[in-house]
């Protein structure tokens, strides 16, 4: 599935690659400021992943897993590590502190006895005392030098090592053994409330210990590791990371003999899961319609074959099926197949394909992270707090959360927060700071902007006393000159026979976008549906048309009612380039952009889309600042006070000039909100920590520079005889659970056949 949004994980590495938020679905059978307390309504929507115990998991057998590619680099505190490098280190590298079914961080027993703050002055010390049977796969024990290196590695004291984020390290002052290495005392020069997202994953010293063996040595490979797995190769050429059982693992004993990631774009899972090459794949809502579709159709009641191998899916079903999925009628499809023995063939390639998919179920839950619009706050209109919280109460939130999660069922509640999730600890709904939608105030707060209806028709010396065209022309009386010229124009332009310049205006500006991937909407010509014109242009004039359908010769062209309404100021219209992706994965975004733009258009606002390629998306658009609007997705944290400060901080001018906004790609940002950031890291009550973010959130909500619109659905392909996987929602996967209920053949499938 193709995302954009900027993935956290584990490492919480700096995020400086976004993913492309999942859109709109579309499948068939699938207030004011906040108090004090969690919010009564916040419910984490649950896992979907077949649980069961693992007495009826078999022991045995292999698991093909997609992946969107081979991570470039296995080392999860590198910029290029990605959401394949999280997943895979998952399940190799120790995790201290995984997060849970709610988003919270919980102690690990597999690695841990305990871990708790064992001083506060004079200062924050943390006391971890490990699981006495952890072991590294090479046997040494997992121990104090490996804190100690871990630490020094990504303190970001030493500039040799190619680090992605130092957060929490930096405010380390001295790492110390207790009574022995199993013991490791974390003495703090600062408070640090997230410690708990310090150490995880874990790497061993023998990664963590050098420049060279951080920045280079575990990319491709890690020879020592210390989870359920183990990792056996990697295979960039053949698109494979194989993981195999780790002899040495003293937790509870991995039910598969082997896990195999396999690098498969998003474009082709049907083909593969069909084909029986991988077993689990994230999906869009194409390959989630195929699925429904098989199980639909699949003897009828999704039930196995009556007789033997193909008999649940007759002719006539397959044919029916294979229309719906091709957007024809069954009629047609029929006349088709009878017309041609092509389309009798496509019916019998799609019948397999069915029969295999109908194997498969559709796991779907919300994923941890949520779409927002993003409004570039640097320099134009949206520069403007005014206009960016007028966009903001101009959005029916609540109608594109509808849109994007009630086809499946799911909750679509828009997100109030920032800085958590609904089921998250403290996660209360801040967006009243805001305001609810009110398109009367969003227009009020535009007029008091100075961007007015008609606005863009007028110029600058068109603008109420005081201006500076009037300071600059004392004693001229600009308005009257300009009718004067006006009518001498029309004059000229009647006698002559030709379009009044204003209406030319018009289309000439209509024009401008409507280049390949990039058109104008607000801006249509006049007698085009959106204008709500006649159709009739001063060209189609004839004699003997209607009595009073035309104004005498001479006269100048009243401006379209669509122009008339379209908001502008000194002469220049309110118009905003909005980004989108163009490529095949990102249908279900561009619907929910063209939602947005139909919001803002109804107000006024015209607005510019532009589509791009889905790889420059973000680097070359939202990073670079190169957009008004845009949309991506955020993760979720169980750190909002570490993870939310760079998203949301204020950008510093560099000595060149620019801007450094670190992951702040909207701009905006204030001191107030980087004090509340500041004081809730320091803060080592819990609860105080959470209403200080609150009040962050509020403020950000407020700065209109990220509107949260919903949290994004989660939908996973599972061969339906696997257990404990799936749909995950904000947990860490338990590996050593995963497996099938019935035994499958040990090693990779021959031939792409389990």
Same mark, same amino acid.
């Given at each position: 599935?193709?995302?954009?949004?900027?993935?956290?994980?584990?490492?919480?590495?700096? /995020?400086?690659?976004?993913?492309?938020?999942?859109?709109?679905?579309?499948?068939?059978?699938?207030?004011?400021?906040?108090?004090?307390?969690?919010?009564?309504?916040?419910?984490?929507?649950?896992?979907?992943?077949?649980?069961?115990?693992?007495?009826?998991?078999?022991?045995?057998? @292999?698991?093909?897993?997609?992946?969107?590619?081979?991570?470039?680099?296995?080392?999860?505190?590198?910029?290029?590590?990605?959401?394949? @490098?999280?997943?895979?280190?998952?399940?190799?590298?120790?995790?201290?502190?995984?997060?849970?079914?709610?988003?919270?961080?919980?102690?690990?027993?597999?690695?841990?006895?305990?871990?708790?703050?064992?001083?506060?002055?004079?200062?924050?010390?943390?006391?971890?005392?490990?699981?006495?049977?952890?072991?590294?796969?090479?046997?040494?024990?997992?121990?104090?030098?490996?804190?100690?290196?871990?630490?020094?590695?990504?303190?970001?004291?030493?500039?040799?090592?190619?680090?992605?984020?130092?957060?929490?390290?930096?405010?380390?002052?001295?790492?110390e053994r207790g009574k022995d290495d199993l013991q490791v005392r974390v003495t703090f020069s600062k408070p640090y409330a997230d410690w708990r997202s310090l150490f995880s994953p874990l790497y061993p010293k023998e990664v963590t210990g050098s420049p060279g063996t951080f920045n280079d040595g575990a990319r491709t490979t890690l020879r020592n590791t210390a989870g359920p797995f183990r990792l056996r190769s990697v295979n960039k050429p053949k698109g494979t990371v194989v993981l195999d059982r780790n002899p040495r693992w003293w937790g509870d004993e991995a039910r598969l003999d082997s896990l195999v990631f396999r690098a498969v774009e998003p474009g082709k899972r049907t083909d593969v899961l069909a084909e029986g090459t991988v077993d689990v794949a994230d999906i869009d809502p194409a390959t989630a319609n195929s699925i429904a579709l098989a199980a639909r159709y699949r003897g009828g009641n999704g039930g196995p074959p009556a007789h033997g191998p193909g008999a649940g899916i007759t002719p006539a079903a397959a044919l029916r099926s294979w229309a719906l999925a091709h957007g024809s009628d069954e009629e047609a499809a029929e006349t088709a197949r009878a017309a041609r023995e092509e389309t009798r063939e496509a019916v019998a390639v799609y019948a397999a394909e069915q029969k295999s998919l109908s194997g498969f179920a559709v796991r779907k839950s919300l994923e941890p992270s949520y779409t927002q619009l993003a409004l570039n706050g640097e320099s134009g209109p949206l520069s403007d707090d005014r206009v960016r919280?007028?966009?903001?109460?101009?959005?029916?939130?609540?109608?594109?959360?509808?849109?994007?999660?009630?086809?499946?069922?799911?909750?679509?509640?828009?997100?109030?927060?920032?800085?958590?999730?609904?089921?998250?600890?403290?996660?209360?709904?801040?967006?009243?700071?805001?305001?609810?939608?009110?398109?009367?105030?969003?227009?009020?707060?535009?007029?008091?902007?100075?961007?007015?209806?008609?606005?863009?028709?007028?110029?600058?010396?068109?603008?109420?006393?005081?201006?500076?065209?009037?300071?600059?022309?004392?004693?001229?009386?600009?308005?009257?000159?300009?009718?004067?010229?006006?009518?001498?124009?029309?004059?000229?332009?009647?006698?002559?026979?030709?379009?009044?310049?204003?209406?030319?205006?018009?289309?000439?500006?209509?024009?401008?976008?409507?280049?390949?991937?990039?058109?104008?909407?607000?801006?249509?010509?006049?007698?085009?549906?959106?204008?709500?014109?006649?159709?009739?242009?001063?060209?189609?004039?004839?004699?003997?048309?209607?009595?009073?359908?035309?104004?005498?010769?001479?006269?100048?062209?009243?401006?379209?009612?669509?122009?008339?309404?379209?908001?502008?100021?000194?002469?220049?219209?309110?118009?905003?380039?909005?980004?989108?992706?163009?490529?095949?994965?990102?249908?279900?975004?561009?619907?929910?952009?063209?939602?947005?733009?139909?919001?803002?258009?109804?107000?006024?606002?015209?607005?510019?889309? @532009?589509?791009?390629?889905?790889?420059?998306?973000?680097?070359?658009?939202?990073?670079?600042?190169?957009?008004?609007?845009?949309?991506?997705?955020?993760?979720?944290?169980?750190?909002?006070?570490?993870?939310?400060?760079?998203?949301?901080?204020?950008?510093?001018?560099? @000595?060149?000039?620019?801007?450094?906004?670190?992951?702040?790609?909207? /701009?905006?940002?204030?001191?107030?909100?980087?004090?509340?950031?500041?004081?809730?890291?320091?803060?080592?009550?819990?609860?105080?920590?959470?209403?200080?973010?609150?009040?962050?959130?509020?403020? #950000?909500?407020?700065?209109?520079?990220? #509107?949260?619109?919903?949290?994004?659905?989660?939908?996973?392909?599972?061969?339906?005889?696997?257990?404990?996987?799936?749909?995950?929602?904000?947990?860490?996967?338990?590996?050593?659970?995963?497996?099938?209920?019935?035994?499958?053949?040990?090693?990779?499938?021959?031939?792409?056949?389990?």
């Open positions: 599935m193709s995302h954009v949004g900027v993935p956290r994980g584990t490492a919480r590495k700096r /995020r400086s690659v976004a993913l492309l938020a999942t859109g709109v679905l579309t499948i068939p059978v699938l207030a004011g400021c906040t108090s004090d307390g969690e919010d009564p309504t916040s419910v984490a929507v649950p896992q979907d992943i077949a649980p069961a115990s693992r007495d009826r998991v078999a022991d045995g057998s @292999t698991l093909n897993w997609a992946i969107d590619a081979v991570p470039s680099t296995l080392n999860a505190f590198q910029a290029d590590a990605d959401g394949a @490098t999280t997943r895979i280190t998952g399940a190799l590298l120790p995790s201290l502190f995984p997060m849970d079914a709610k988003g919270e961080p919980r102690l690990n027993p597999d690695y841990l006895e305990s871990a708790k703050v064992i001083e506060r002055e004079p200062k924050q010390v943390v006391l971890y005392k490990l699981n006495q049977q952890a072991v590294w796969s090479d046997g040494r024990e997992i121990g104090a030098p490996d804190f100690v290196a871990q630490w020094r590695a990504l303190s970001g004291k030493d500039s040799a090592f190619w680090t992605a984020r130092n957060a929490g390290y930096e405010r380390i002052e001295k790492i919280r007028a966009i903001a109460r101009t959005l029916d939130r609540q109608e594109l959360a509808d849109a994007v999660l009630k086809p499946l069922g799911l909750p679509a509640k828009p997100p109030g927060s920032h800085l958590a999730l609904a089921g998250q600890p403290g996660y209360k709904d801040g967006s009243g700071a805001l305001g609810e939608r009110d398109t009367k105030e969003a227009q009020a707060l535009l007029a008091d902007a100075g961007w007015t209806p008609g606005g863009a028709l007028r110029s600058t010396r068109d603008t109420k006393a005081g201006s500076e065209a009037e300071k600059k022309d004392e004693g001229e009386k600009p308005a009257a000159g300009e009718k004067a010229a006006d009518e001498d124009k029309d004059e000229k332009a009647g006698k002559a026979g030709k379009k009044d310049e204003k209406a030319e205006d018009t289309e000439k500006d209509d024009k401008a976008s409507r280049e390949e991937g990039e058109y104008t909407v607000g801006d249509d010509k006049p007698g085009s549906r959106s204008s709500g014109g006649s159709g009739v242009t001063a060209q189609d004039k004839q004699p003997g048309g209607v009595a009073g359908a035309y104004a005498p010769v001479g006269t100048a062209a009243p401006a379209p009612a669509a122009v008339k309404s379209r908001l502008g100021k000194d002469g220049k219209p309110l118009s905003l380039r909005f980004v989108l992706p163009s490529g095949p994965g990102s249908q279900s975004l561009r619907t929910v952009g063209e939602k947005i733009v139909a919001m803002l258009d109804s107000i006024g606002i015209s607005t510019q889309v @532009t589509k791009v390629a889905d790889d420059s998306y973000f680097k070359d658009h939202i990073a670079s600042g190169d957009y008004d609007l845009a949309l991506y997705s955020w993760p979720a944290t169980a750190y909002p006070a570490t993870d939310g400060r760079p998203i949301f901080a204020k950008p510093e001018p560099a @000595t060149d000039g620019s801007l450094l906004v670190a992951q702040n790609y909207t /701009r905006v940002g204030s001191d107030h909100i980087d004090q509340l950031f500041d004081r809730a890291v320091a803060e080592l009550d819990a609860d105080a920590s959470r209403d200080l973010l609150k009040q962050a959130d509020a403020r #950000i909500w407020a700065a209109a520079g990220s #509107i949260p619109l919903y949290q994004r659905p989660q939908l996973v392909a599972v061969d339906k005889k696997l257990a404990n996987i799936g749909a995950f929602g904000f947990a860490a996967p338990r590996y050593q659970d995963i497996g099938f209920t019935a035994r499958q053949a040990a090693g990779p499938p021959a031939n792409g056949k389990k």
